[in-house]
């Protein structure tokens, strides 16, 4: 299978008044094209800093401190580590090749702007030459289709606007373009842009299933239930087909029969727009409906990589058996896991589980223990393999 994204040694502290926090430590993971890759672990292991470290937007005081990430943006070229390409290359990958979908979508939506605004905002940010391309036909058609008197008077507006939008088709953001947009007259020209973003935008809520997309697209996000405003930040997130979505934990605010229609939808979307989705939960059932691959995360680090049968059905980390454990069961009391995760201005050395497994050797207080291949694609990092 191909891949999509390989982080290799990712490891981010943050730099408090406090001490140091070591929120990650060398974590290595692949994600393949088209997969469902789920990342699972108690809160506070470091979920949600990986998605962030894959956009490259870990807040201050935070830093990475070192690793890769290589994206795989076509088959054409070569990947390209995230973490080194310039600023401008990252905020282009932002949203068009990689978009993410939060835990509460209020926090992704701004209460002043209508949904449809909103949406159109990034599709005119990263389609605008396919956006050109729409209006020029659209202008063209006009050009051949209209008869005499009105395409008498009109085509003089017309061909100024063509001129306009084989520019923008021909380089979609350079400065000069930017600048002259701002002139009103050149703005008024320009108008089909944001007819056809809106046009995209409705045909996008339709795609996440929103009952009246043109309604909606009126609507402000306070209007909207808890459902339809989480279906609307996909629709965002999706607005300009990335090859990877990131989604965190983003049904843990819906009710359940909500969160099984949105879980069904991402399932249908990844097949229809051949995505690749990195899905972050905490929710091992919802894991195991949704994902294809499965790394467990324990206090910064992975401990064990598997597909999701065999995960389920074999796993080896003392971590994932407890995880496993610990979800309840119809007529079975759920066992919790015992101790606590460890403080991340000191964790403890050698495997930071250890201070909570009751495998635990002397070895495991020691040395951090290393990844290894168990069995094909089953990934383990604990001592006692
Ligand atoms: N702004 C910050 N300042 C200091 N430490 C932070 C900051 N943000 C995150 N951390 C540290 O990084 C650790 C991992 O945070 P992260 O948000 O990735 O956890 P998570 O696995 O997503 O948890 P949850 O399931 O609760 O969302 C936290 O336990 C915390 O110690
Ligand atoms: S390495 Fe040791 S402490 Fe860590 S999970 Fe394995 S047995 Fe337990
Ligand atoms: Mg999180």
């Known amino acids: 299978m191909d891949e999509l994204l390989r982080i290799r040694g990712l490891t981010v502290r943050f730099y408090t008044y406090d001490g140091v926090v070591q929120a990650l430590e060398n974590v290595d993971l692949d994600i393949n094209q088209k997969e469902t890759f789920g990342l699972v672990g108690e809160t506070g292991c470091g979920k949600t800093l990986t998605a962030l470290s894959i956009l490259r937007l870990i807040p201050p005081p935070g830093r990475i401190e070192c690793g890769s990430i290589c994206f795989n943006i076509d088959d054409e070229n070569e990947p390209v580590d995230l973490l080194t390409i310039s600023e401008d290359g990252i905020r282009a990958i932002r949203g068009s090749k990689i978009s993410m979908v939060f835990q509460e979508p209020s926090a992704a939506l701004n209460p002043v702007y209508t949904i449809g605004d909103q ?193 389920y059905a074999n796993p080896l980390h003392p971590y994932t058996k407890a995880l496993l454990a610990a979800v309840p069961k119809l007529g079975e009391e759920p066992h919790s896991i015992g101790g606590s995760v460890p403080d991340p201005l000191e964790p403890p050395p050698g495997c930071r589980f250890h201070p909570r497994c009751s495998s635990a050797m002397e070895k495991c207080r020691e040395q951090v223990p290393l990844m290894r291949e168990l069995a094909p694609g089953h990934f383990v990092a604990c001592y006692m393999y």
Request: negative net charge.
């Open 119 to 311: 949406i159109s905002e990034v599709i005119l940010l990263h389609r605008r030459q396919e956006l050109g391309q729409r209006a020029l036909e659209a202008v063209n058609a006009l050009l051949a289709e209209t008869p005499g008197f009105i395409s008498t008077l009109a085509r003089p507006i017309w061909l100024m606007e063509r001129k306009l939008y084989q520019q923008v088709i021909q380089a979609p953001s350079s400065l000069w373009l930017t600048i002259i947009s701002r002139i009103f007259l050149v703005k008024r020209l320009l108008w089909r842009l944001k007819d056809e973003a809106q046009k995209i935008t409705i045909s996008v809520l339709g795609e996440v299933e929103i009952p009246d997309p043109q309604r909606l697209t009126r609507q402000y996000p306070h209007q909207l239930s808890g459902g339809m405003e989480q279906r609307a930040v996909i629709a965002m997130a999706l607005a300009c087909s990335p090859k990877f979505l990131i989604a965190d934990e983003p049904t843990t605010s819906l009710d359940v029969t909500i969160q099984a229609q949105i879980l069904e939808l991402l399932n249908r979307l990844k097949v229809e727009w051949e995505s690749s989705i990195l899905y972050i939960t905490h929710d091992l059932g919802v894991a195991a409906e949704i994902c294809d691959r499965v790394g467990v995360m324990y206090a910064g680090s992975l401990c064990e990589i598997a597909k999701v049968d065999d995960l």
